[in-house]
């Protein structure tokens, strides 16, 4: 079983809040804005950052214990 970590809960809800905004700015036909232009890049960030989170998590709960210099 692998524990989420609360980085990845958190970035989780940053990339929901910031794509529910983004929407909102969609639907009111601002979506040419610079504004929403500088939202979608920050989206896409948020969302590389998250992927990245979840890969090094994965990896760390699927390799095997370090063993001790004795």
């Given at each position: 079983?692998?524990?989420?970590s609360e980085r990845i809960i958190?970035?989780?809800?940053?990339?929901?809040?910031?794509?529910?905004?983004?929407?909102?700015?969609?639907?009111?036909?601002?979506?040419?804005?610079?504004?929403?232009?500088?939202?979608r890049m920050k989206l896409a960030?948020?969302?590389?950052?998250?992927?990245?989170?979840?890969?090094?998590?994965?990896?760390?709960?699927?390799?095997?214990p370090a063993k001790a210099n004795?």
């Amino acid at each position: 079983m692998m524990i989420i970590s609360e980085r990845i809960i958190r970035l989780c809800k940053s990339v929901e809040r910031l794509a529910c905004e983004l929407d909102c700015l969609t639907a009111r036909g601002h979506a040419g804005t610079t504004h929403a232009v500088l939202m979608r890049m920050k989206l896409a960030a948020m969302t590389a950052d998250l992927v990245t989170a979840d890969l090094i998590e994965r990896m760390r709960a699927e390799a095997p214990p370090a063993k001790a210099n004795a």
